[in-house]
């Protein structure tokens, strides 16, 4: 039996092959179907449709799974560092004990930014949000590097992620340093990649800095756990901008515009205000009833994809509980987390409609406790998040069934008519 839908519209029948992925669901191929029956397929917020063919990410919302390139976040958390996630998603294999010293020193030789790049900080009020520093910063970057300005050229798009990889510490922490009026810390080469990122956001001239396991564990994971999520809004804003051959800086800095949505990557600072606003457990079911009337959101819940339990939200708990423990703090936030967490998860609405915890209803107080004021926490999933970003930009362009991205529309608008002189018009 050949693989293949049949779809009749009117006395006309059509038949549409099916693909089969490696795991997870099937796709009709309809890439032909406009052609053959002058009708589109309407799919708006992309639901029920593959945007592309990709090897990198694999998630099953109903089971709670993710995985990169085959391996499952949880031991990729538990067991493996941010460099090495980068590694895996980019070049698709976790790298030998050599071929990760070279891709480190890769990474850590390519920290710095060019001197003059720091004057765009200062164009920026201090009070501007770091996100929107972030968009604007990483789009300029593209003016710095015209040596790799030729997509084509594999070697061109291998540098262009290192750089990438490398420099968005630098980036963040400098958005970070100029929001709260402190001086840039240039990075050091002899730290981790985690460690100099904190270090580079904490360091005052003043005094020497002293790095701490536990919170550079907890920022490595944290990394780990933000670093690619296939499909996403951010990842097809990213694809579909690099499918005209537009720069990769330039494309990251079209993700990161997307990623600062409160419905994506927005979502970790507004779920810390919720659970500031509701305050103390006793607030927790007059809250609930107003998701429950619709006033608002429960947010840090639920999931375009997962309908069960977000598996970097676990993870993402443990770390909460690390941290704080370590530092020694007692968040009432945190009792109220955990309190809005069990509440929601027995109640019916949240039953019916599938909706769980997600990553960012525990990431948060993680990162409050850290140090970090919540207009940072969605830069730092745009830092962690550009390897995904760009190993995707990378895989669209080894894929030589690559096209611009052009979707068509279900027009419901006028139909042709007359231009009207203006003393003409009712
Ligand atoms: N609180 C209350 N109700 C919700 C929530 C929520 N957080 N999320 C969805 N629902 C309800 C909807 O009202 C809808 O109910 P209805 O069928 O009675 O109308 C139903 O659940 C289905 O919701 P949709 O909006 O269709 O789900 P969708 O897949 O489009 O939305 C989204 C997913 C945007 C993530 C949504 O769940 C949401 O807004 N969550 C809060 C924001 C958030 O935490 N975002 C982070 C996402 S993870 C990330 O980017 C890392």
Redesign the pocket.
């Known amino acids: 039996m050949t693989d293949k839908a049949t779809l009749t519209i009117g006395d006309k029948s059509y038949d549409l092959p099916i693909l089969k992925g490696s795991t997870g669901p099937d796709v009709v191929d309809v890439r032909k179907f406009y052609g053959d029956s002058d009708h589109f397929t309407f799919d708006p917020g992309f639901t029920s449709t593959a945007s592309c063919e990709s090897k990198i990410t694999y998630i099953d919302g109903d089971a709670g799974i993710l995985l990169h390139r085959g391996y499952p976040i949880g031991q990729l958390a538990e067991e493996s560092s941010f460099l090495e996630v980068c590694h895996l998603l980019l070049n698709g294999e976790l790298p030998t004990a050599d071929e990760f010293t070279l891709f480190e020193r890769n990474i850590t030789y390519h920290t710095m930014l060019h001197a003059q790049f720091d004057t765009f900080f200062q164009g920026f009020r201090r009070d501007a949000h770091p996100m929107a520093v972030m968009t604007g910063a990483v789009g300029a970057l593209s003016a710095f590097y015209s040596d790799s300005l030729n997509v084509d050229d594999p070697k061109q798009r291998e540098i262009s992620a290192h750089r990438l990889i490398a420099k968005m510490p630098t980036i963040a922490a400098r958005a970070f340093q100029y929001s709260q009026g402190r001086p840039f810390v240039t990075p050091r080469n002899e730290l981790s990649y985690s460690e100099n990122f904190l270090r580079m956001c904490f360091s005052v001239p003043a005094e020497d800095w002293v790095p701490n396991p536990v919170l550079t564990r907890a920022m490595d994971r944290i990394f780990i756990l933000h670093a690619d999520h296939e499909q996403n809004a951010s990842t097809s804003t990213v694809r579909l901008a690099g499918s005209s051959g537009a720069h990769p800086f330039a494309c990251i800095a079209a993700g990161i515009a997307c990623l600062w949505g ?4 927005g ?1 970790n600072q507004e ?1 810390l205000e919720m659970l500031e606003e509701i305050g103390t457990v006793e607030n927790i079911p007059a809250y609930v009833q107003g ?1 429950k009337d619709r006033k608002y ?8 994809v997962y309908k069960n339990f977000d598996p970097r939200a676990k993870v993402m708990q443990n770390t909460c509980y690390e941290v704080l423990e370590q530092l020694g703090i007692n968040d009432p936030l945190l009792q109220v987390a955990m309190e809005l967490e069990k509440v929601a998860l027995s109640d019916q609405y949240f039953i019916d ?1 599938k ?1 769980y915890p ?3 209803f525990y990431s948060g107080i993680t990162l409050r406790a850290m140090g970090f004021p919540k207009e940072m926490f969605t830069v730092l999933f745009a830092l962690a998040r550009t390897v995904g970003w760009i190993s995707q930009w990378k895989e669209m362009f080894e894929d030589p069934s690559r096209k611009i991205g052009r979707p068509r529309q279900l027009y419901t608008g006028a139909t042709q008519r007359d231009y009207l002189a203006v003393e003409k018009r009712g």
């Open positions: 409160p419905s994506h990557g979502a779920a998701v959101k429960l947010m840090g819940f639920g999931h375009r409609r909706l997600n990553i960012d």
